[in-house]
Every structure is written in C-alpha cells, then in structure tokens.
C-alpha cells in the first residue's frame, strides 16, 4: 500500500521538477504540437495507431517498454495531439473523470478508483488515478492520467509489477515525475536562435 500512496502523491505533486537518471541516454518526448513534455530513461517505440471511425485522424503513440524478467516490466504509453479550442472546452472535470474511468476499464478493479482533479489558473487541467490491478498470475501498479491545455490533449497510461524492486520504482517515478508543460522561455529562445541562424544564413 506504501507504493500506491506515493504513486498517488505523484499525481497531486505533478509540476515538481526531478533530476532525470541517465540523462546521457534520456529521450525527450514531445511531438510537434505537444504543449507537454516527458523523459524516457531510453527511446520508446512509436506505433500507428487509427480509430474504427475513418473520420478521426490516427494517432503516434509512444510505448516505453522496460524488462528485467518474464514478470517484472515497466510499461508506458503517451499519446499527445493538438486540439482545436472548442475542444478544449468539453474537458470539464466531470468529463476528464470519466474518461479516466473508462482508461482503467481492462484493469479488473474490484471497485472504481478515485479520479485527482485539479485545474490551474493559466488553464492547465490534470486528471489521473492509481491502483492495483491483476492481469492473471501477475499483479501490478496503475497510473493514468490526462494532460489538458487549450492546444494540446496528453494521455499518460503506466504500469509496473508490483516486485519490480526499488529501480524500478525509481525509474518509473522519474517517468511520471517528468511530465509537465513545456518551458515557454525555453522555447521562445529556442524560436529566436532559430530566427537568427536564418538571418545569418540568407545575409551569407
């Protein structure tokens, strides 16, 4: 139970900074048009992934897959996409619950888990829950979450066995701990290195 109450803390201490491990090899996560970013200890993989509906667009999901034995994985999907400003508006607290609801449907949950909102002034919206689920002989810990801004839409899935051992803990938090919203200054920087190296490339 400790290790769902710290998974649960991570959630409500969403936008404290962490010291990434092996930040030689990390991998930045951040799609164009992502508003949120994310640190894998390694690349993930990327898969197409397209709705039933052919009217929606498909979507690239990151899936980060790490392995110490037959039962002891740590497994993290992340989809970010851009969204249109209406709707950004039907993610209300209601909604974004139950759609993190209907996320931890395939968990087999004996009960429905609570759901953490919270809303910040600049509009960032986070919802998110954890918990135990057991999936045959193996039982491990849950994290979904929904990252909402009025450009983008993350969707944060995570599991870890249970017995994974304390690297695995650590690693696994250092994931969840390293999502966030983009560093706006360091983008604004970003646009006007990029703006000057094209000056000083069309003056040559």
């Known amino acids: 139970m400790a290790k769902i109450a710290f998974y649960i803390f991570i959630l409500m201490v969403a936008f404290l900074p962490s010291a990434h491990a092996n930040e030689g090899e990390a991998y930045v996560y951040s799609p164009e048009g992502c508003d949120f970013t994310a640190t894998f200890p390694f690349e993930p993989g990327f898969v197409r992934r397209c709705p039933s509906d052919k009217n929606l667009p498909c979507l690239e999901v990151a899936q980060f897959t790490d392995r110490t034995d037959f039962d002891q994985t740590i497994n993290v999907e992340m989809i970010c996409q851009p969204i249109a400003q209406e709707v950004y508006k039907t993610y ?42 057991t999936t045959g002989f193996s039982t491990k810990i849950f994290v979904t979450q929904i990252w909402v801004t009025e450009n983008s839409v993350m969707s944060v899935e995570g599991e870890m066995s249970l017995d994974h051992g304390d690297e695995g803990d650590k690693k696994f938090a250092d994931i969840l701990q390293s999502i966030g919203p983009k560093d706006q200054t360091n983008e604004e920087e970003e646009e006007e290195e990029e703006e000057e190296e094209a000056v000083a490339e069309d003056a040559n």
């Open 92 to 133: 209300t607290k209601d909604n974004m619950e139950a759609v993190i609801l209907n996320m931890t449907r395939d968990a087999n949950l004996p009960e429905l888990p609570e759901v953490t909102y919270q809303e910040e002034e600049n509009g960032l919206k986070i919802a998110g829950t954890s918990g135990i689920k």
